[in-house]
């Protein structure tokens, strides 16, 4: 083709673009350059994971609540009327005022036996008299000594009326049932049942222990794997986590209707303060396993022969056994694995 040809053949190119751009009602025509061409889609690198070996711990899920305990009423045998009574929270210990009766106070003692006669400084004996003279060495009333052995003399007479004129008490020297609450152990006020005007003597209020513990649910599946002593964490509403032990596991009903239920003790009282009620989850230790291979369940490849192998980042596959699963993750062994080892996982 001659140069002048070729100019014709130029020219005649710019005329068509230009009449067919016309025809396109006006349109622009674009040209995109390279880089901004559509990217090509690339391969995402598999997700690895890394071999570790240490201590894969099994635990169960217990839903429960924070609480203390179930109350109990207290049985009063004060004579008169009323006058006082103590608000719900309030913690009774030895010497404590259980109530006012008549404007009397009505003291407590801590003992697993309830005052059930008069004692007075005759040279008495029994079980009784040793729990008084020891709550009177307890409070400072009385010079300390063999509780078990005691016998009720002057100095018990001295100790009673020392003790009855500290509270404001006519000193009489004597101790009889309706002049004193006897509970097992220091205890708190759950409920108030009575009011003032009503009779001194019969259950007033009721009462549970002064430390918070855990009520518990166990699922049916653990119920044959958590015992007593069994540690436990706690794990509070504001994402704080406290040390446990079981208390006591007890079942109630039978076949499909039984339920199980463990109470809970909780090491750190203080971490508690100021919750009185509260919904937690208790995770138990039902089996571990020490210084063991571990990796995610996902990276987990299961063959086609049987069995389960480990790819590792170069993409060859290592034949493993498989132990405890725990929490998403898996005991491993096998020729060729090794802590610190890269392996890929589905996630």
């Known amino acids: 083709m001659t140069r002048s040809r070729r100019r014709t053949a130029v020219v005649g190119s710019l005329v068509l673009c230009a009449v067919l751009a016309a025809g396109a009602g006006g349109a622009t025509l674009f040209l995109r350059p390279v880089a901004d061409a559509a990217p090509v889609e690339q391969t995402a690198a598999p997700a690895t994971a890394v071999v570790e070996r240490g201590e894969l711990v099994q635990t169960a899920r217990l839903d429960g609540t924070v609480g203390f305990g179930t109350a ?15 608000d719900v929270g309030a913690t009774l210990d030895r010497g404590s005022v259980a109530l006012r009766a008549n404007e009397r106070p009505v003291p407590v003692l801590i003992g697993a036996l309830p005052l059930y006669r008069a004692i007075d400084g005759s040279g008495m004996e029994g079980a009784d008299v040793s729990m008084v003279a020891s709550n009177l060495m307890d409070l400072g009333h009385l010079s300390r000594s063999d509780p078990e052995t005691f016998e009720a003399g002057w100095e018990f007479t001295e100790a009673v009326r020392d003790w009855q004129e500290s509270l404001g008490l006519e000193c009489t020297g004597t101790l009889a049932p309706a002049d004193v609450v006897v509970l097992s152990a220091p205890s708190r006020i759950a409920a108030v049942t009575a009011r003032l005007g009503d009779a001194a003597g019969g259950q007033p209020f009721s009462v549970t222990p002064t430390t918070r513990v855990v009520d518990a649910s ?13 540690k436990a964490t706690i794990e509070l509403p504001d994402g704080r986590a406290v040390g446990g032990s079981i208390v006591t596991v007890t079942t109630t009903g039978e076949g499909a209707d039984a339920k199980v239920r463990a109470l809970v003790a909780i090491d750190d009282q203080a971490a508690l303060a100021g919750v009185d009620a509260a919904a937690v989850t208790v995770r138990v230790v039902t089996r571990s396993v020490p210084d063991v291979l571990i990796v995610p369940v996902a990276a987990l490849v299961a063959l086609a022969e049987g069995g389960y192998a480990l790819q590792d980042d170069r993409g060859r596959l290592h034949g493993v056994e498989i132990g405890l699963i725990a929490d998403d993750r898996v005991e491993v062994s096998g020729a060729g694995i090794e802590a610190g080892m890269t392996v890929v996982s589905a996630r």
Do not use: E
Not at 75 to 81: F, N, P, Q
Not at 218 to 230: F, K, L, S
């Open 218 to 230: 166990v699922p049916a599946q653990d119920a044959g794997v958590i015992g007593v002593g069994a």
């Open 72 to 86: 109990v009423p207290v049985t009063t045998k004060a004579d008169g009327i009323i006058t006082g009574l103590p």
